[in-house]
Every structure is written in C-alpha cells, then in structure tokens.
C-alpha cells in the first residue's frame, strides 16, 4: 500500500496519565494524486483502540467518475469512516465515523496501516484531513 506524502511513520499513544491521543493525517491531491488505492497515513507500532473518526474536507474532491473516499485500515478499508460519494465531499464537509464505532470502538492491531481509501474511480482533485481519537488497548 502506498503512504501518503506526509506519512507520520510507524505511530504509538503515548502511555502517560491515561489520556486519549488524537491522531490526524491528511490527503492532499497536489502531492499524493488520486489513484485509487488505500494511501496510509501511519503504520501502528503497538494495538490501539479508535474511539472517535472524522473526516474533514480541506478543498472540494472530484473525480471524473464515481470515486468514494473512506478511512480505513489494513483488512477493512471503511473501518472508520463509511464510503463516500465525491459528490458529498464538498469544501468544510465532515464525514463522522461509521457505527460500528459505537461504545466499543474498533481496534487497531500491530503494523496495521491506516489511512484513506480512495475506491471505484480515481480523484482528479481534493484534500482530507483525518482525525482519530485513539487510546493504548
């Protein structure tokens, strides 16, 4: 899987005081083109727990057929955030995470990758920004 052009690299939670950590990354047409692909934002180093996902849109995204847009991770590429129209994915749009979420939130396993997941078609243009509130499982 390739890594987005500002990849945060093999990412922990910090361990101290037993507070959540709030993870972003972003996808940025301009630099990571719009192939589709699942483009990984981090590698996890150790398991974690996502509690909480939103996907922020910077610049309107298009696509020249149906592409859909999704946070993912390795195994299940809508793990966080449902599939998305690029019709939906307009300037100062937030796409909350899916249900599966719930009280429980869903786990990140050791050298998973996550990141967006660009489906169906490619983009021609937009920028996301990622954000995932995670803990130490």
Same mark, same amino acid.
């Given at each position: 899987?390739?890594?987005? +052009?500002?990849?945060?690299?093999?990412?922990?939670?910090?361990?101290?005081?037993?507070?959540? %950590?709030?993870?972003?990354? %972003?996808?940025?047409?301009?630099?990571?083109? /719009?192939? !589709? +692909?699942?483009?990984?934002?981090?590698?996890?180093?150790?398991?974690?727990? !996502?509690?909480?996902? &939103?996907?922020?849109?910077?610049?309107?995204?298009?696509?020249?057929? +149906?592409?859909?847009? +999704?946070?993912?991770?390795?195994?299940?590429?809508?793990?966080?955030?449902?599939?998305?129209? &690029?019709?939906?994915?307009?300037?100062?749009?937030?796409?909350?995470? &899916?249900?599966?979420? /719930?009280?429980?939130? !869903?786990?990140?396993?050791? =050298?998973?990758?996550?990141?967006? =997941?660009?489906?169906?078609?490619?983009?021609?243009?937009?920028?996301? %920004?990622?954000?995932?509130?995670?803990?130490?499982?």
């Amino acid at each position: 899987m390739p890594n987005l +052009s500002k990849f945060l690299g093999n990412m922990y939670v910090w361990t101290g005081g037993g507070t959540d %950590e709030v993870l972003r990354f %972003e996808y940025n047409f301009a630099n990571d083109g /719009g192939a !589709v +692909s699942l483009l990984a934002g981090f590698k996890a180093k150790q398991k974690m727990l !996502v509690k909480k996902a &939103v996907m922020k849109v910077k610049t309107t995204c298009t696509s020249v057929g +149906s592409a859909t847009v +999704s946070i993912g991770k390795t195994g299940s590429v809508a793990a966080f955030t449902g599939a998305t129209a &690029v019709a939906s994915l307009v300037a100062d749009a937030i796409i909350t995470g &899916v249900a599966g979420l /719930g009280a429980g939130g !869903v786990i990140i396993a050791v =050298d998973d990758e996550v990141g967006f =997941d660009i489906a169906v078609a490619a983009l021609t243009a937009g920028k996301l %920004e990622a954000e995932l509130t995670v803990s130490k499982f």
